[in-house]
């Protein structure tokens, strides 16, 4: 079972322009043809507690694309280009850095994908480059008008990814931003002809991994989707093993509950 986040904002169906939470179809079909189980995660307020409670129901995480991350969280003004940081927006930041916090603490797969990973940098005390073309020059990542552009990415030999893609991929790409600093503990995983951050990982037994592109629009390659879900189903039977992990998601030789205590969502102190 994987839990993916979603969206939060105002939407249009038939008559209906209301507020909803949502996710486009094919994130949940990239799940599915992988094997798994998918199930929506839509923003709401969050403490570490109500976190924690949604992730016991889970395998596994998927943060999704969307909006731009708040840039006060990690302590810039916000560019002209970057989007406002709504009330909505900012509820959906606090939820996923929450659950972000949660699934790597008890060693849950992460995956990010877009937004996702810009999420999972920043919740690891990273910073992001808000607007590209003011970096390198061209808007060849966010051509606009809802078209996805194809990039060529490259690999870092011995990452996770690395051993899932291959060398190189052509990935679609559709963002503005991307990630400058990196969070505690990730590592480049990927890159693109301008030096653009494409992917990163925590280098570890446990799966966190996130692409800067949509693996969801290449459905005829589902090794990301495939892997994360493989990934869930080894931590669902570690779970429910004797001496598996504790409610905490830690693991233990006694097998019995831990209560670590003070472990909030502040950014940068997430630990694997």
């Given at each position: 079972m994987l839990g993916l986040t979603t969206y939060l904002q105002q939407a249009q169906t038939?008559?209906?322009?209301?507020?909803?939470?949502?996710l486009p179809a094919i994130y949940i079909d990239g799940v599915n043809l992988a094997g798994?189980?998918?199930a929506l995660l839509p923003p709401q307020p969050v403490d570490a507690e109500i976190a924690s409670r949604v992730l016991d129901g889970l395998d596994g995480l998927i943060i999704t694309g969307g909006r731009d991350v708040d840039p006060a969280v990690y302590g810039q003004?916000?560019?002209p280009a970057t989007d406002e940081a709504t009330a909505d927006n900012r509820q959906r930041d606090a939820f996923e850095f929450a659950l972000v916090d949660g699934a790597i603490r008890r060693g849950?797969?992460?995956?990010g994908i877009c937004r996702g990973a810009q999420v999972i940098n920043v919740a690891l005390g990273g910073t992001l480059h808000q607007h590209l073309p003011d970096v390198i020059g061209h808007t060849h990542h966010q051509q606009g008008n809802a078209v996805f552009s194809t990039s060529a990415v490259r690999t870092v030999p011995g990452t996770r990814l690395a051993s899932l893609i291959g060398e190189s991929s052509d990935a679609q790409c559709y963002h503005h931003q991307a990630i400058d600093r990196l969070g505690d503990r990730l590592i480049v995983s990927a890159q693109d002809s301008d030096g653009v951050i494409e992917a990163?990982?925590?280098?570890s037994e446990n799966f966190v991994l996130a692409v800067q592109w949509h693996p969801e629009e290449r459905l005829d390659d589902l090794r990301l989707f495939a892997a994360v879900v493989e990934a869930a189903a080894a931590y669902a039977t570690e779970k429910v093993a004797p001496g598996g992990r504790s409610d905490g998601g830690?693991?233990?030789?006694?097998?019995?509950?831990?209560h670590p205590e003070g472990r909030g969502t502040t950014r940068g102190r997430v630990r694997a």
């Open positions: 038939g008559i209906w322009d209301v507020r909803a939470s949502f798994g189980i998918a003004q916000p560019h849950m797969p992460v995956l990163v990982e925590i280098p830690t693991p233990h030789a006694s097998g019995g509950p831990t």
